[in-house]
């Protein structure tokens, strides 16, 4: 028997016998006995929270601004700081705070402690708090003299006339509508994204200088060739303003639309009730947001042999406008279903939408295949027929013997969204949106950039990080310079080497002298290594024992119960308090950066570990290493809880 076994056997183990009291210099000892050529760097990496954010955000920069760190008291309260970090990204925080899913959420590294950062709802916070205290967004760049047309004027179309005055670029949206904010106006409904925040928030970006042409389409009123010649380069952020038609028999109906009609007709006012069951086909936002809607605006019956046009679809189909007293007479919300192919688990709408509306009293009935509309004499749809089924393996698979007749009053088909390329075929990839190359280039037409739904339709996140990539592009297409390779982490990252350069604690440059070692120079940034742009931290980096179990800061949500939902338009969130804003700042545990927690500094045994003078320092250049003490003990990487610290230079 070894002595370890006896260790764990033997009740009896003693380590020492009697009357041995010498005792060992531990400290010396896990000092040489971890020796080692190595010494630590400082590697910055990007967290997994802004690798899952599509618009690139900043994420750990912002947290750490709303716990105190990276500031500058000459820059105003922490809020617009933040702020003016958020919308180097996103010139959106408090909508993107309120409707976005979050997949940085999901990404955060904290969910290996307790639960992911509060990020989304901090971006509402200091989203409102910018919109409260009226702040702008940056000055425009010095006039170039370039020109840029921009067609579509959603969250991709304004994002890129953002990001093209900040380099100082003239622009012009063309919109279809009388109205900016695509579907963030048109789509999703007030209730979640209020206008009032909406329109504050494009408000900000025309204060920039750009100009607008409402009311006038690219392609019928205005033709494509006279945009290539009165611009410079043209950006598409036409999005997918179609929805796709049911994919069975009988989706021509009249009685049967599309959840994007459905939803404009509501949010133009046009649409104030529906009649019978409204039946909603899909698993998205769109099936979610007609769904919650139909509830709201309640049901008026009408009789059999009601006239066409007093019928909701004649409403959403433009033909008509709701007669205002009739609304009057709902008799309750609507009965609405939702039928959806899939588990409803595996839908694309968030978790949280669909808990929502089953609340408010929506029924889903999901692994039902459907397959074609029953119509009646007079060519209406009365029910959809549809297929029990079963997923296997990823596969369906029909239940035999098991189909079924849904009844319904209005059929809204919520499967699939495509572009209209009425006047502009050239641009149309046969399915009926557009191609683009990596840098949001449109293959085969020079200048032209595209971004958000009209690529694939996502989330308004994306649209906007498109934005940014696509506005870059045309920045170097105008200025006559090949556009730049793509990182492989696209996003914006904090740059000690700009920080030190902005706080006036580097200004030398380099001049091509060969040196030994950058300790003393000042051009450089010494024992740092940049790894943002390439890799991402993941949690296995952290030392997460450092971190205490603490509950995440929640806003506060009105469920609304089926028998509340009639009328009621009110938003479901409030926002956070500064004060619990300040604690998910807190939370954050500022992956792949140092956040000043001094573990190097207390643990190192070698005392190599110093921080740098108070009136030197910037977020990254905390601590330093006298490498002339350093003994390679790999201590202070152990202890370093946001994985900056690695062993690295060698001996
Ligand atoms: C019902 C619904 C709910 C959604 N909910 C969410 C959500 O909760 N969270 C989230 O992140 N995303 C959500 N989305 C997705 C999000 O709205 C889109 O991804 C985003 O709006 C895409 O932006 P975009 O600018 O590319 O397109 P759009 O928002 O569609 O804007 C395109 C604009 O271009 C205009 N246009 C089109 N063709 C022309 C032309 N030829 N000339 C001039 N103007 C033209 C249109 O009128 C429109 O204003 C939702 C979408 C829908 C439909
Ligand atoms: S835009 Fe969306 S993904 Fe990006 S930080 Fe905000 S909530 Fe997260
Ligand atoms: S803990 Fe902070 S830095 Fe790390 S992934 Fe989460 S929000 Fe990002």
Redesign the pocket.
């Known amino acids: 028997m070894t002595e370890t076994d006896s260790a764990t056997t033997d009740v009896t183990f003693r380590r020492y016998k009697d009357h041995e009291h010498g005792h060992e210099p531990w400290d010396e000892l896990v000092v040489h006995a971890g020796e080692s050529d190595l010494c630590p760097v400082y590697v910055h990496r990007a967290p997994p929270c802004q690798g899952s954010c599509p618009s690139g955000h900043d994420i750990r920069g912002w947290l750490a601004m709303g716990r105190g760190q990276d500031l500058d008291p000459a820059d105003g309260p922490w809020q617009e700081q933040a702020f003016r970090r958020m919308t180097t990204a996103n010139p959106f925080p408090a909508i993107?705070g309120r409707?976005?899913?979050a997949p940085c959420q999901e990404g955060c590294n904290r969910n290996e402690v307790d639960d992911f950062v509060g990020i989304n709802a901090f971006e509402q916070y200091v989203g409102d708090w910018a919109l409260e205290h009226d702040l702008p967004l940056a000055a425009p760049g010095p006039d170039t003299g370039k020109r840029v047309a921009i067609?579509?004027?959603?969250?991709?179309?304004?994002?890129a006339a953002y990001f093209l005055r900040l380099k100082g670029h003239a622009c012009t949206i063309?919109?279809?509508?009388d109205?900016?904010?695509?579907?963030?106006?048109?789509?999703?409904?007030g209730y979640?994204?209020p206008r009032d925040v909406l329109e504050g928030e494009v408000k900000r970006i025309l204060d920039m200088g750009v100009g607008v042409r409402l009311n006038?389409?690219?392609?019928?009123?205005?033709p494509m060739a006279k945009i290539e010649q009165d611009f410079d380069a043209v950006f598409?952020?036409?999005?997918?303003?179609s929805g796709k038609p049911l994919p069975v028999p009988g989706a021509d109906a009249p009685n049967c639309v599309s959840?994007?009609s459905f939803?404009r007709a509501f949010n133009q006012g046009r649409l104030r009730h529906v009649s019978g069951r409204v039946l909603v086909v899909g698993g998205?936002?769109?099936a979610?947001?007609?769904a919650a809607v139909a509830r709201r605006i309640g049901n008026v019956d009408l009789p059999e042999d009601a006239p066409e046009d007093a019928r909701p679809e004649a409403v959403i189909m433009g033909k008509t406008t709701q007669d205002v007293a009739l609304s009057a007479k709902r008799r309750g919300a609507a009965d609405v279903w939702i039928v959806y192919r899939r588990p409803i688990s595996k839908a694309p709408a968030?978790q949280h939408?669909i808990e929502s509306v089953i609340a408010e009293g929506v029924e889903i009935h999901d692994e039902l295949a459907p397959l074609e509309l029953v119509l009646d004499a007079s060519g209406r749809a009365k029910a959809l027929r549809v297929q029990r089924v079963d997923w296997i393996d990823g596969k369906m698979h029909p239940r035999e013997g098991e189909i079924i007749d849904i009844e319904a009053g209005l059929v809204v088909g919520?499967t699939g969204?495509a572009?209209?390329?009425?006047?502009?075929e050239s641009l149309d990839n046969g399915r009926g949106l557009m191609n683009a190359n990596g840098l949001y280039q449109v293959p085969g037409h020079p200048g032209h950039f595209v971004?958000?739904?009209?690529?694939n339709?996502?989330?308004?996140?994306?649209?906007?990080g498109?934005?940014r990539v696509a506005a870059e592009g045309i920045d170097a297409y105008v200025s006559g310079q090949e556009a730049a390779k793509r990182p492989k982490v696209d996003a914006f990252h904090f740059n000690l080497l700009s920080a030190l350069h902005d706080g006036g604690l580097i200004e030398d440059t380099y001049d091509h002298e060969q040196i030994r070692g950058t300790n003393e120079a000042r051009f450089a940034v010494h024992n740092y290594e940049d790894r943002s742009f390439a890799e991402i931290v993941p949690h296995r980096s952290l030392f997460l024992a450092h971190f205490d179990r603490e509950a995440r800061e929640q806003r506060q949500e009105a469920t609304i119960s089926g028998d509340q939902v009639l009328g009621n338009f009110t938003e479901r969130f409030s926002g956070l308090s500064e004060e619990q804003a300040v604690h998910e700042g807190n939370r954050c545990m500022s992956c792949g950066m140092c956040f000043e927690c001094d573990n190097c500094i207390i643990y190192c045994p070698q005392d190599a570990v110093y921080r740098v003078p108070k009136d030197q320092r910037a977020m990254g250049r905390y601590v330093d290493t006298d490498y002339a003490r350093c003994v390679g003990c790999h201590i202070c990487a152990d202890v370093c809880p946001t994985g900056y610290i690695q062993m690295g230079l060698g001996g």
């Open positions: 993107m409707v976005c899913p067609v579509g004027g959603g969250p991709a179309g304004l994002a063309f919109e279809e509508h109205a900016l904010g695509g579907m963030m106006v048109f789509g999703i409904p979640r994204t006038t389409r690219v392609g019928t009123d205005v598409w952020g036409i999005g997918a303003q959840g994007i939803l998205g936002d769109t979610m947001d007609v968030s939408e919520a969204q572009g209209d390329f009425t006047g502009i971004g958000g739904d009209a690529i339709p996502h989330l308004l996140t994306t649209a906007i498109h934005a």
